[in-house]
């Protein structure tokens, strides 16, 4: 059972467009929300990330909203360049000394020139 | 700060051979490091959790006597792949979390596994 949903699977933005990608979860116990950025052949990097006591995270051009009445989280890239088109990830997990992430299945980001 | 480094950064052996990929936290220490895979445009797969100075926690399907895992110190883990097969061939990726209350994970860069 996948525990976090990402959507879409793949986008594409023109430059200087806004980016949305958007995470669903189950767990309710769940209360680390990061979202990594992968380039083809590197290992993820942490973008951003948010904890349920608020609704939104603002980090230049990247703004987490979270929602958590519907269980749901987004990623808003304002100003896409073609520098972010990467996959990104979300991913959720519990606060605890021992809590593994849960990963969302990626999207594929494209920003057209 | 928070990097994670990971040796070889790619890595061709024969099948039947065992091949030990290094991941290190340089600049802070490791309490939990956590090892996944990744196939070509899928996410990434939680291999197993290792805790400084105990026995790895290996996630359901993964066979703990082909990966082994050692977290020696606070600093360094280790994965063996034992017995090689082309289909153990995949992108491996470390991950380390540092000591006291901290959720945030720090991934390496990767390690290609290609088992010819």
């Known amino acids: 059972q996948q525990q976090v949903k990402q959507s879409p699977q793949s986008l594409i933005v023109q430059k200087g467009g806004i980016s949305i990608i958007n995470c669903a979860y189950e767990?309710?116990?769940?209360?680390?929300f990061p979202w990594y950025q992968q380039f083809p052949g590197k290992g993820p990097a942490l973008l951003i990330a948010?904890?349920?006591?608020?609704s939104e995270k603002k980090e230049g051009r990247f703004t987490i909203s979270f929602n958590k009445s519907a269980k749901q989280f987004s990623l808003h890239i304002m100003d896409s360049q073609p520098g972010d088109s990467a996959t990104y990830f979300c991913?959720?997990?519990?606060?605890?000394?021992?809590?593994?992430?849960?990963f969302g299945k990626g999207t594929m980001l494209l920003v057209s020139p | 700060g928070a990097v994670v480094s990971q040796h070889p950064s790619r890595v061709i052996c024969k099948s039947g051979t065992s091949v030990k990929i290094e991941c290190r936290s340089l600049?802070?220490?490791?309490?939990?490091m956590f090892w996944y895979r990744q196939f070509p445009k899928q996410s990434l797969m939680l291999m197993a959790t290792?805790?400084?100075?105990?026995?790895?926690?290996?996630e359901q399907g993964v066979e703990k006597d082909k990966f082994l895992i050692n977290h020696a110190s606070l600093t360094l883990s280790t994965l063996t792949v034992t017995s090689a097969h082309p289909e153990d061939s995949s992108f491996y990726i470390c991950?380390?979390?540092?000591?006291?209350?901290?959720?945030?994970?720090?991934f390496g860069p990767g390690t290609r596994l290609t088992v010819t």
């Open positions: 991950s380390a979390r540092g000591t006291g209350d901290s959720d945030e994970q720090y």
């Open positions: 767990n309710t116990a769940f209360d680390y």
């Open positions: 948010i904890r349920p006591d608020v």
């Open positions: 991913a959720a997990s519990m606060r605890s000394g021992y809590s593994t992430l849960t």
């Open positions: 600049d802070f220490q490791a309490t939990t």
């Open positions: 290792s805790n400084e100075g105990s026995k790895a926690t290996y």
